[in-house]
């Protein structure tokens, strides 16, 4: 970890005050004692341009160890299982494993963990990977957080991979913390881009501080590089005609039956509205003020056999269940086609939508952001433009 030094020999009152007035996070104090640097301190390094006075010094500080990074080799995806059946983030995360692994040749592997998972073993040998890893037994039939690292520990330590993927899941999300803290090495959560350096190195890019900006992540010290990957955000591998890749079934670690929570019982979950899967969306914003805009949008929707959506305002003010927000404190989508209705277009709402196929938008604003990412602009009061617009695709027989 970095970390900026105060020279105290520098210091005057009126630097003191000119250097704290600039942090955005109230990190740098100004008391008896001179000028000291906060724990609330991000690293953002606006404080570093605006000393001219050589106060403030950045200070890399070196890792106590560092890896073998030559013993580390190859991309790992953690294949995730519904029942039998393949998890479509599975196919994500291996399409860009593939994608990031062909420049250098890498070997691409994918771990599959379960009871009775020779089915989705199976299928998985057609969309490119070079070799599967099994970990199959009935101790294995539920997931199990505990249980699940232990196996793909067990995988790590044996194969070596660099870089390890796992699907922003509730399954990722409790599972790959614990395996990035059992081999002390770091993880991105959410990341919405990935690439590899020709030096090994996994450049993770997610959303921070609000989705106000994108950082760039890496781990160069310790290995395996390892991340969560948002549904929806990158291409599935396509299926081969031919098998690519070998499998290979593993014995489960030792003591696995005695770690972990004991499953009793198993109820089926209702069946939950989620839009990720739509293939066509209309996603309304805080421009449609009323009930009477909500029906127009409500009826475009129903013509085009459309999910609805929306922005985040709308779910903070009641209008919208949670689980209908587009965004990065939503779900991302990905649909074949989406309509925003009165949308802005702010950032955290463009990233959970801007890969779908073709956008259209409609607000009144030409300036509006999301005109920026859309392939079809209508700018107006929706009041004129929707019943326009409804009225054109039932003539011409637009619809579903």
Not at 110 to 115: D, L, P, Q, R
Not at 225 to 244: G, H, I, K, L, S
Not at 382 to 392: G, H, Q, T
Request: glycine residues 8%.
């Amino acid at each position: 970890m970095a970390h900026i030094k105060v020279n105290q020999e520098k210091v005057t009152p009126e630097i003191a005050e000119r250097l704290a007035s600039v942090c955005p996070f109230g990190a740098i104090v100004v008391s008896e004692a001179g000028l000291s640097i906060e724990a609330g301190c991000r690293l953002c390094r606006l404080c570093l341009e605006a000393d001219q006075d050589g106060v403030l010094t950045l200070v890399e500080d070196k890792p106590e160890t560092s890896v073998d990074k030559s013993r580390w080799q190859g991309i790992a995806i953690l294949a995730e299982c519904v029942g039998n059946r393949l998890h479509p983030i599975t196919l994500e995360l291996l399409g860009k494993a593939l994608e990031m692994a062909a420049p250098a040749g890498t070997p691409v592997f994918a771990v599959v963990i379960g009871w009775q998972v020779t089915s989705a073993a199976e299928s998985l040998k057609y969309y490119g990977a070079d070799k599967i890893y099994v970990y199959d037994d009935r101790h294995l039939e539920h997931f199990e957080p505990l249980r699940y690292a232990m196996c793909a520990a067990d995988f790590i330590e044996k194969v070596r991979p660099s870089v390890v993927l796992a699907g922003a899941t509730s399954m990722g999300r409790s599972l790959a913390p614990r395996i990035a803290a059992r081999f002390r090495t770091g993880i991105t959560a959410d990341c919405t881009g990935l690439a590899l350096r020709d030096n090994g190195n996994l450049v993770q890019t997610r959303p921070a501080f609000g989705g106000n900006i994108m950082a760039q992540i890496v781990t160069p010290h310790t290995r395996p590089q390892m991340c969560t990957v948002r549904y929806r955000v990158f291409d599935a591998a396509p299926r081969r005609e031919n098998p690519t890749a070998q499998v290979e079934v593993m014995a489960v670690p030792h003591g696995l039956a005695n770690v972990g929570a004991q499953v009793l019982d198993v109820l089926a979950k209702p069946e939950e509205l989620d839009i990720s899967e739509a293939e066509v969306i209309v996603a309304v914003g805080r421009g449609v003020k009323d009930e009477a805009g909500l029906r127009l949008a409500k009826k475009l929707a129903d013509i085009l056999g459309a999910q609805l959506a929306c922005t985040r305002p709308m779910v903070e003010n009641g209008r919208f269940d949670p689980r209908r927000q587009i965004g990065l404190s939503g779900r991302t989508v990905k649909p074949k086609l989406i309509v925003t209705i009165g949308v802005s277009g702010a950032v955290q709402f463009a990233a959970g939508m801007d890969k779908s196929e073709y956008i259209i938008s409609i607000n009144s604003d030409p300036e509006a952001s999301i005109f920026n990412i859309s392939h079809v602009g209508l700018v107006g009061d929706l009041y004129e433009v929707l019943p326009a617009f409804i009225e054109k695709i039932e003539r011409e027989g637009l619809v579903r």
